[in-house]
């Protein structure tokens, strides 16, 4: 009856926005992600694991987001804003109660009041103030994976110079180890974007990179720091081709698909996005590959769809919709294709059995699509539903909960169970090596919503910061340069692999946070050339002192990411 596994993947990430402005953009999407998502995640996990059931979900957290969970400036800006939401509920209740609302209305003030104070003595006592550590320590039980990402979520397949994607990893990976105490298995590439090797330029016409000149493939770059596989959309699988296979799964007997011994050993090739695959960009297998998990489009649309999925539902809790002035929610869906005004009044009670009834209709989709699999192949299948973690708690409130049933209701599945990422590698063992078509996750399935007419301005921020920067160590390398300069280098460094975050980039195509986003992105850059500005200054190792001084402290303070970077891990090796 056992026909293969579910793998479950939350991509966690958000852009450095701790000392960056709060509401409506800044701090608080940080403090909103922790209260709404990452506790009830976390105490869905821990009720599992009490009830005997282990949540074997993969997690990726960028690195960005480990640097501001464990910073003690977020510590005391979480408490703050739980105080703050407790509050405004209180005066929601009191105001509610003079203009006469309906006794439901004034009962949800109470609700939410009670909803902040658990994850405010979640936080402090149940979680010992850090998100990061309680993960750790459900990973050391072996509960739950956790990836790794790029460090800053840069864009990888555009990024100018193949050190700026060896430097995301890099970083990445040492960043892990820092919070986690090991080595990471997996990274989600952000924006689930991939590039092979091949001559390539940039979009735009900026020397050195829009003359053609060959690249390295993401996932050498991957293997090249030990990540062992990545994840994918089911576009991209649909249009791979096949390289040959390894005899081995230790991957050091390849058949090349020319060779007769290929047909003998691989049997039909099948383009599925229930298969695991190795990914290479080429025969030249010695250069590095890594495997890939596919997103199954239509399994997950059931729940990433707002207006067809699960969170469409009427009575769940509206996103929308919130008071004026406390910024809480207290209407529920209604009609996904309501105008604002004609929400009704949310009820938690109504939501349970929607909950119970759609976690049933997920897992007979899997059970289903697994089964078929098997039948017609023979195969073990691998069923993978990556997802935003945001969307479980902060977008889809009732999110975690659903989880939580998805989760219990596979354990007890004759047909297919729950397992890490790893786990299902190690199961599989994969020896099919396919090459995978430059694409990502958004519109198109390539690059469109991170370049184009309207944020096509900031690659050439970045194309030029790069070849700044690199200019500028081949001027003073490394062994030379004065102790003054190499801090301000540093930092440059640190600015620079900030100006990288795709955020940036996704916020302006999208015009929910253009402003913002573009505040950001500039002040970024023009900090990076003011500080590129000082190693020139700074040449002959005079003392910094005065406004030269107040500035680099400052930036240094606003932007303290990454204390174990070094310009070292910036290597010529990829140039």
């Known amino acids: ?29 940080l403090n909103e992600a922790v209260a709404e998502c990452y506790i009830p995640l976390l105490n869905v996990f821990n009720k599992l694991l009490d ?7 993969t997690l990726d957290i960028s690195p960005v987001l480990c640097e501001q969970l464990e910073h003690p400036d977020f510590k005391k800006e979480f408490i703050k804003y739980c105080d703050k939401m407790i509050e405004a509920s209180r005066r929601d209740r009191l105001n509610f109660t003079d203009w006469g609302y309906d006794a439901h209305h004034i009962w949800l003030t109470t609700f939410w009041e009670e ?47 193949d050190k700026s994607v060896n430097l995301q990893i890099k970083a990445a990976v040492e960043n892990y180890k820092k919070h986690f105490g090991r080595a990471p298995r997996g990274c989600w590439l952000p924006e689930c974007a991939y590039r092979p090797s091949y001559d390539w330029c940039s979009y735009l016409p900026i020397e050195p990179f829009h003359s053609k000149h060959l690249r390295t493939g993401v996932e050498q770059i991957l293997a090249a720091h030990g990540i062992e596989y990545f994840v994918t959309d089911e576009d991209l699988i649909n249009r791979i081709s096949p390289l040959g296979i390894y005899n081995e799964y230790d991957k050091k007997d390849f058949v090349s698909i020319q060779s007769p011994d290929y047909y003998y050993g691989s049997g039909n090739f099948d383009k599925s996005p229930l298969r695991i695959y190795n990914v290479s960009s080429s025969d030249k297998t010695e250069y590095g590959t890594a495997a890939v998990f596919t997103r199954h489009h239509d399994i997950s649309m059931q729940v990433w769809s707002g207006e067809v999925g699960y969170p469409g539902e009427p009575d769940y809790l509206d996103f929308h919709k919130k008071h004026i002035k ?17 929400k009704t009044l949310y009820h938690p009670d109504w939501t349970k059995d929607k909950i119970d009834k759609q976690s049933m209709h997920f897992i007979h989709h899997i059970e289903n699509s697994s089964n078929y699999f098997h039948h017609l192949t023979g195969k073990l299948s691998t069923v993978c539903t990556p997802f935003d ?37 190690d199961t599989i ?24 007419e309207g944020n096509k301005w900031t690659w050439e921020a970045i194309y030029n910061d790069e070849l700044r920067l690199s200019n500028l160590l081949k001027k003073y390398p490394l062994e030379k ?40 992105f500039t002040f970024h850059h023009s900090d990076f050339n003011k500080l590129c500005d000082m190693i020139e200054k700074f040449e002959r190792g005079t003392a910094i002192r005065g406004a030269d001084l107040k500035f680099i402290e400052e930036t240094e303070r606003r932007n303290s990411i990454f204390p174990e970077l070094q310009l070292e891990w910036w290597v010529e090796l990829f140039s």
Not at 51 to 57: A, D, S
Not at 326 to 342: E, G, I, P, Q
Request: some cysteine; charged content about 20%.
């Open 481 to 520: 340069l004065r102790k003054s300069q190499k801090r301000i280098a540093l930092q440059a460094l640190k600015e620079l692999m900030l100006l990288h975050s795709s955020d940036w980039q996704f916020l302006i195509y999208t015009k929910s946070a253009q402003d913002y986003a573009e505040q950001r």
């Open 429 to 452: 063992k994969p020896k099919e090596v396919v090459t995978l078509p430059e694409g990502s996750w958004g519109v198109n399935n390539h690059h469109d919503v991170w370049t184009n």
């Open 389 to 425: 973690t945001e969307l479980f708690g902060h977008w889809w409130f009732e999110g975690p909960e659903f989880i939580y049933y998805v989760l219990r209701g596979l354990h007890h599945s004759p047909y297919i169970n729950a397992v890490k990422a790893s786990e299902q590698l």
């Open 1 to 29: 009856m056992y026909s293969g596994n579910f793998v479950l993947i939350l991509h966690t990430h958000l852009p450095w926005v701790l000392h960056h402005g709060h509401s409506p953009h800044g701090v608080d999407w």
């Open 51 to 57: 009830e005997g059931i282990k949540p074997n979900v």
């Open 115 to 161: 909803w902040f104070i658990e994850k405010k003595n979640d936080y402090l006592n149940k979680y010992d103030s850090s998100i990061i550590k309680a993960l750790k320590e459900l990973q050391d039980k072996e509960a739950i994976e956790i990836m790794t990402c790029g460090a800053t979520h840069g864009y990888l397949p555009l990024l100018g110079f």
């Open 326 to 342: 406390s910024n809480l929610r207290y209407w529920r869906v209604t009609n996904n294709k309501a105008d604002m005004m004609y």
